[in-house]
């Protein structure tokens, strides 16, 4: 699941192995990331492998097949190794945020939404159905 936040909810969408976005959820209050997942209750397999980032921690008390890099702190830095592998980790998001991108020159999370409340989760639904549908994956 990966969030955008825009100026009165925030997002979270889900994507496969593909590069299909599989599923969405909006909250319309300032929401974290791992809350929001909580939340939206996804059925996920144990076999599953799921990628996350770093906002994400405490996952592993729902989900054990998790890909998640590496944190850093004060007392303890990260070694070579373990950065090479956090860049290996973020390179596999590189095509995620592309989709990110895509949502985003939709304008609907980038600006102010001026419409009704009820209707943002559907017309948001929509976007990421043209976008789908743009990238070649037909509903059949």
């Given at each position: ?17 593909n ?5 969405t ?40 097949n ?15 190794e373990?950065?090479?592998?956090n ?21 609907i ?5 001026r ?21 070649g994956?037909?509903?059949?």
């Amino acid at each position: 699941m990966y969030l955008i936040p825009a100026t009165q909810c925030y997002i979270g969408v889900v994507i496969d192995s593909n590069l299909r976005i599989i599923c969405t959820t909006v909250a319309m209050t300032n929401t974290h990331d791992f809350k929001l997942y909580k939340q939206s209750r996804l059925p996920i397999k144990k076999e599953t492998l799921v990628c996350v980032d770093t906002g994400y921690l405490g996952i592993t008390k729902f989900h054990e097949n998790i890909e998640m890099p590496k944190k850093k702190t004060k007392l303890n830095p990260l070694s070579k190794e373990d950065k090479l592998e956090n860049k290996n980790k973020s390179s596999k998001r590189i095509p995620i945020e592309h989709i990110n991108a895509k949502i985003k020159a939709f304008k609907i999370v980038a600006h102010k939404y001026r419409n009704r409340r009820k209707r943002f989760g559907l017309r948001f639904n929509l976007i990421c159905a043209f976008i789908n549908f743009d990238r070649g994956f037909n509903v059949k």
